[in-house]
């Protein structure tokens, strides 16, 4: 069992950066590839960003590469979403999730969840 609680979501103009955290519970962290996912109101939910479970593989989505960053830190039990120059259409709730699957790639493939944390940017 992981459990998970988003942190660092607020309010920021156009330009501006944020970053986001995602602390995770249980002595097992380092087992799972985590990601980070957003949902706009009235869209569906949508990946951002993944790292293995290792740190040595990375995946973006195409709307966020070059500006935001994903990193983890097995110490810690942490992964975080650097984000900078932020765009008013990354306004979203911020969601990370857990993964046992190798190669995650959908919604689907993550096993937990945390309960989000609120990401709006003013143009």
């Known amino acids: 069992q992981v459990q998970l609680v988003e942190s660092g979501g607020g309010l920021v103009q156009a330009g501006g950066s944020l970053r986001l955290s995602c602390a995770a519970s249980g002595r097992t962290f380092s087992r799972y590839n985590m990601g980070w996912f957003r949902q706009a109101p009235g869209k569906e939910r949508e990946f951002v960003a993944a790292i293995n479970w290792s740190g040595g593989r990375k995946d973006y989505a195409d709307s966020v590469k070059a500006r935001f960053t994903i990193s983890r830190d097995n110490a810690k039990n942490t992964v975080y979403l650097q984000m900078n120059n932020l765009k008013p259409y990354d306004t979203a709730v911020y969601y990370c999730?857990?993964?046992?699957?190798?190669?995650?790639?959908?919604?689907?493939?993550?096993?937990?969840w945390g309960q989000g944390t609120q990401v709006t940017v003013s143009s």
């Open positions: 999730a857990a993964s046992s699957t190798a190669f995650p790639s959908t919604p689907d493939d993550y096993d937990y």
